[in-house]
Every structure is written in C-alpha cells, then in structure tokens.
C-alpha cells in the first residue's frame, strides 16, 4: 500500500489534506425565547470542521462562541457535556440503577428556561434575529448524542432540515451544522413539560377527586407504543395513539400539548389542571434505546424490556392465568401513580364480578371477593417491580373506577402491608365492596377516599344474592318511600349490612347528589351522607320485590347498563369537575358548602323518609307476634336506620356553617400558593371552563315547594339509555 493508499484510508479525524483551504471562521450564540443568551452562559461547546478537525471552548457572558482558523465548509455544533453540578434530582437520574439518564448540561440550562407563550407555541420574532446571519430554532435534542429520554420534536417556524445540515449529515456528524464567515443564532427551545397537579397530602382534596377521575379514566385506554410487535425490534419507539397512555405521558404532554380526552368516545372536553415543570419532573415513561440500555436489547426476546412492559400491565390475553386487568403506573420525583381499569368486556370482566366467594386476604383473618383478590394480585406482581425499579420515598397515589376500584383497594393495602412502608393515597369511583367487615378494619390505615355518583348501584353490590351461598345470609326486605324526591325513596335491606352479610365498604365516602329545585333551578352537593337510605339505594324509581327470600334484582352488568350514573366520560367525571368548580366558588366568596335552600330542600325529604321508616316499624309491630319475631332484625335495622337517617340530617346541618379552605379545594398545593397563581389561570381560560353550568354552582336565593321533584338529573320515570360499546 503506498502512503497515498495509506492516507486515504486513514480515519478522518486523524488526517488533513493538502488542498482544503483553511482560515475561515464561525460565529455562534445560544439564546432562550426572550433573546437572553444568559441562561447558557460558560457552557462547553465542541466544534468538528469538515475535515474532521475538532476545537473546544465555552460560551461566553452572552451565550457567544466563536471558532476561528477553521477549513472551510460548514462546522458541527454540540454541547454534550454530562451534569456536572450538585442538584439532587439531576444526579439521582444520572446514577439510578436502572434506566440512568444522560442529562447533560445543556439540558439542565434549558430546563431552567420558560416559554415566551402560555400556550408553549414557537416564537416568530425573537430580538437576538437582529444580529443574526442565519438564525435557527433548535432543540436541545440536536446538540447532544443521546436523545432517547428527551421529547419528541415539535414544529419549527425556523428549521435546519435543510441546507448545510445535509451537507453536514454526508459525513455522519452530530450536532447542528453552521456556515462559514456567518454568525449563526440559535434559539433553544425551553425544556419544559405539562403534569397533571397533584396533591400530594394525606386530607381529601376536590382537585385530586377531579385529576384522578380522569386518571382512572385513561386506564380504560390502550398504552399505544410503535411498534406493537413484540419484541421490539427497531431502535426507538412511538406513542402516536390518541387517546392513548403513551401518548399522554411519553409524547403530548412532554411537548406541552393541553390534552383532554381520556375516553375515544369522549365529546365534551374536560381539561386536567395541568402545572408547568422542568422536563425532568413530568411524569415519566422511560427510555427506549438498546445501544444504550442492554435491557432494551431484541435478542432478550419475551425477557426485553420496553416502556408498555414497565409501564402498562395488559393481562386480557395470556391464556389460562389471565385475570384480564389492565392498568398503568408513572412516576416523577414527588409520587407514583397506579391507575386500575374497571369494568370493560362484558363476557370477561363480568364474570370476575360475579365471583363473589370470599377468600383470605394474605395472612389474616379477613375474607375478600375472590374474583378482585386474583386481580390485585396480578396489578401487585406489576407494580412491585415497577417500585422495585423506580420507588425512592414517594407518595404512592392509587386511584380505580368500579370493578377497578375494588381491585385497586385490595392492591393498596397489600402494597401498604409490605415491609417498604409505602405512603399511599387511594381514590375510587363507583367501587363494589371488596372485602368483609374484618378487612375493612384491618384497612383502617389506609388512607381511602370512595366516591359514589348519586345512583351509581355498583357500590351497593356484591350482595347477599351474589354470594355463592346467598341464602345464609337471611331475606333482606324491601321498603318503598313516597312523597320525597326519588334520589332518596328506595331503601333495601337485602342490600346492607343489616344482618351480618359478608362484605363492607372501606374508606371515607364523598357521595356526589345533584338536588333539582325545579325545571330550571338546580345544583349539586358533595357530602357524606351517613345513611344507608342515600347510600346504598338502588338506581331504579320502584319497590324490589322480594323472590325466594331474596331481593327480585337484575344482575350487575344489567344494573350498569342501565345506570348512566355509574360511567366515568358520562358521570363521575362531570360530577368532579362540578365539585371542583363549586368548591373553587365556594372558597373564593366565602361560603359554604350547603345554601339555605338546599339545606330546606333536603332537610324536608329526611324528615319526611324518617316518619316513613317509623311508620314501617309501627306497622310490623302490630302483626301478630310470630310475624313480629320473624322479622325482629328487620325491625331492628330500620331503627338503626332512623338514627342514620338522624345523624344525616346533623351532618347537613354542619355543612351549612362549614367554609370551604384552599387546602380543601386543592390539599397540600394550597401551601405553595405560587403554583396555583402560576397555573390556575390556563385551566380556567379554556371556555368549557368558563360556561355557566348550574351543577358547578350555588343555587339562586328563592324558595320552591316542589318536594317530588327528581334528584335524578333527568326526567321522572324517563329510562336510563346506555350504548354498551361507550362503557368506560
């Protein structure tokens, strides 16, 4: 080989050819969206010319660098140096055991940057333009080697797809490529990222009611990675499904798009309130890079891991063992969240309903329904290696809707029982009874927060009737009221846990009742009532029949299909949003929970119900004494019932003289009242936010006698209509 051949074939970086003309220089500067070139200040940068030749240097007080004596042709600007610094979040991501980050300087400086536009879109004038021979916006993504943990691109009005960075792109180079004897701006786009606000405190809260429900809604979605195909075999992945937890969590969110919808049938919009963070405190789906991270490599084949394996747990499909649950799980630095899907296929998630049996729970003397406990502990196996990966103190914040809430109840306190010592915060909508009066004592701890929306029947099952050995457990009796409002008029025995029946709800309740004055007149509590009469009814407008000793009552699915009440886009979605709209208003005039008029309106229905009840008894006292003895438990409920009913009517009492606090509205943010001054105000700019909607609010001052108006939110004796494919 002659020493031609020999030069030739000689690395590039390593060699410089006679003829290249040298001499040239190039000029740059980094700036934020307001021209500022501070906030990258000292920087270290690294320049590669075309011959492969490379300089270093920092950036100056203005964000200036400048390479001179170059060879000509356009030069490859990077600024790849790792985090140096001492901020405690930044070096646990660079030094975690599993999925490290490379987080370099330049995106700590972005990070730290804000967006000239609320809305987060690209500028289209920017002071630094003035002194700018070519002036490019760019992402921290192009100045750095490793990209998989940064998001995706987002539009650019000034781009460098074209013209020297293909010239530049020939010869492999990384970074941004610059022409000569040019001075070259490039605006840098802020490394932020939208996150779901959340509280992090142990008290209830109306926005965590709100942000959760919408939550345990997206649980119902797909995780919508691309590829789907498993294992993964290209070298990056894709979340371009809308709606999808993906898509929310690793793609929309991380470019600072305001998504809404939680549901594909979902028509109304229903914003999260959504905070501005530094990128890395998003809530985070990990990175896909098998160069990078051996776990990600293909050849590990049913062993490889990729963010749907971490983050989403689909167990529809894996043959005999599958409990068909479904649920996903993110974190930041401040919490985790474990969000459980509830009821979805009918055939499937039925028939884990319907599974009444009751099992051990772990090593106590509680008994659980044996269908949820199967279910918990598939979601436990996946969140404890999620934790096991990814737990270093955080809040736990566990949240389900229906078949999902009890799985996630069950879930939470296994989690809870475990020797880590996890600090949790569980919200359900809509949730069966799980477990028996044993286990809800032995729950007590857990810090629970149950949500039922007015006639949603889910919570008042499983019953006695759905047990496998029902009829141990009595007859049950069901009573009809009359002359009050039909929110409040059915009250079955064979529904409560009047005579030792096996399973009992767990947790704080916050019960969701729209009251309706009149035709035009209307508005919203949300209470604790404290009487089963409220609670635990039934969502139909006549008497059960009793049937073999047993209540005459359709089935679950038929009761959900029957029941707008219990949906999540349809129901308890709404009813939060209408609580924490109401109690925003509330806070915000100083007043409280409960108006006047509908303390009256609701203090007269209970009065009336009372009597009815005292009535019922009476009359089964003066039956003959056999007949008396026969149902002495019955007599003895409805008592016991008489004094809810009463502590009911105390509880409403209270409500009219209770102000709402900041901190009941949005719990722990309420002491850091710069994040909400920061946020607040896109949330309520969005006009659907702003519309005038009666269940969101007070009602007007006046008096209505109409006493059998419905509390339903619809038309007395109008059905309930359901498509089954919109079940969420």
């Not at 003289?657 to 607040?680: F, I, T, W």
């Not at 006698?705 to 619809?714: E, N, R, V």
Request: hydrophobic share 35%; aromatic share 10%; charged share 20%.
């Amino acid at each position: 080989m002659t020493l031609m051949d020999k030069e030739l074939n000689s690395p590039l970086s390593s060699r410089v050819l006679a003829c290249p003309v040298q001499g040239k220089w190039t000029s740059f500067q980094l700036v934020d969206e307001l021209g500022s070139g501070e906030p990258y200040a000292g920087l270290a940068y690294e320049v590669t010319d075309s011959e492969g030749q490379k300089y270093t240097g920092r950036l100056d007080a203005t964000g200036n660098g400048k390479v001179d004596n170059h060879f000509a042709g356009p030069i490859a600007l990077t600024l790849d140096q790792m985090y140096q610094g001492t901020e405690e979040l930044y070096k646990d991501l660079q030094t975690r055991p599993h999925y490290p980050l490379k987080i370099t300087e330049l995106q700590v400086r972005a990070e730290q940057t804000r967006y000239l536009n609320n809305n987060a879109t690209r500028t289209k004038d920017n002071p630094a333009q003035a002194c700018a021979d070519e002036y490019y916006q760019v992402e921290v993504r192009h100045l750095v080697e490793y990209v998989a943990h940064l998001p995706p691109e987002v539009y650019r009005h000034y781009p460098v797809s074209s013209g020297p960075a293909k010239i530049m792109g020939k010869h492999g180079q990384l970074g941004v490529a610059l022409m000569p004897q040019k001075h070259t701006v490039l605006e840098v786009r802020p490394l932020r990222a939208l996150r779901p606000m959340l509280s992090t405190g142990s008290e209830f809260c109306a926005l965590n009611l709100y942000q959760l429900a919408l939550m345990a809604t997206l649980s119902y979605c797909p995780f919508g990675q691309q590829p789907e195909d498993q294992p993964v075999k290209t070298k990056t992945v894709s979340f371009p499904l809308q709606p999808s937890v993906g898509n929310w969590f690793g793609d929309a969110l991380a470019k600072f798009d305001e998504l809404w919808r939680v549901d594909s049938t979902q028509t109304n919009a229903y914003y999260p309130l959504y905070e501005e963070v530094p990128y890395s405190k998003r809530l985070e789906i990990v990175p896909f890079d098998p160069t990078l991270y051996p776990v990600n490599d293909p050849k590990l084949r049913e062993d490889q891991e990729h963010p749907a394996k971490i983050h989403f747990l689909d167990d529809r499909k894996l043959g005999v063992e599958a409990t068909d649950t479904q649920a996903f799980i993110t974190h930041n630095d401040e919490l985790i969240l474990i969000s459980v899907r509830g009821t979805y296929e009918l055939v499937a998630d039925g028939l884990r309903d319907a599974d009444a049996f009751q099992v051990p729970f772990e090593d106590t003397d509680s008994k659980v329904h044996r269908g949820f406990y199967e279910a918990a502990q598939k979601a436990y196996g996946f969140a404890v290696k999620y934790l096991d990966k990814f737990y270093a103190g955080q809040k736990l914040l566990i949240c389900g809707h229906s078949l999902g809430g009890a799985v996630a109840l069950l879930l939470s306190e296994m989690l809870r029982r475990s020797p880590e010592g996890y600090d949790i915060q569980l919200y359900t909508y809509g949730a069966p009874r799980a477990g028996d009066a044993n286990f809800a004592k032995g729950a007590a701890p857990l810090v629970h927060y149950r949500m039922v929306n007015h006639n949603d029947p889910v919570p008042s099952v499983p019953g006695t009737w759905m047990n496998t050995k029902a009829k141990v457990f009595g007859s049950g009796l069901a009573l009809t009221f009359v002359n009050v409002p039909l929110g409040l008029s059915v009250f079955v025995a064979g529904i409560t846990n009047w005579t030792g029946e096996p399973y009992e709800h767990h947790g704080t309740l916050r019960h969701f009742m729209p009251v309706e004055f009149g035709r035009k007149a209307q508005s919203s509590i949300l209470w604790e009532p404290g009487c089963d009469t409220i609670t635990q009814h039934a969502a139909c407008s006549v008497a059960l029949q009793q049937k073999n000793g047993l209540p005459d009552r359709p089935g679950l699915l038929t009761q959900v299909f029957s029941a707008g009440n219990h949906l999540m886009a349809g129901g308890y979605i709404p009813a939060c949003w209408a609580t924490l709209r109401r109690w925003q208003e509330a806070q915000e005039s100083r007043r409280s929970l409960v108006t006047e008029r509908e303390f009256e309106w609701i203090e007269s229905a209970l009065i009336g119900i009372t009597q009815q009840l005292r009535d019922k008894c009476r009359d089964l006292l003066a039956r003959p004494d056999a007949y008396v003895r026969a149902h002495e438990q019955a007599i003895g409920a409805i008592n016991r019932e008489v004094d809810k009913v009463h502590t009911t009517r105390t509880r409403l009492a209270t409500l009219r003289y209770m102000s709402v606090s900041q901190k009941d509205v949005y719990g722990q943010l309420s002491e850091q009242p710069e994040r909400l001054a920061d946020n607040l105000p896109r949330w309520q700019a969005h006009p659907q936010n702003q519309v005038v909607e009666q269940l969101a609010m007070a009602p007007s001052s006046g008096s209505d006698s109409t006493q059998t108006a419905s509390i339903y939110g619809h038309t007395i004796g109008a059905p309930h209509t359901l498509d089954i494919d919109s079940i969420v």
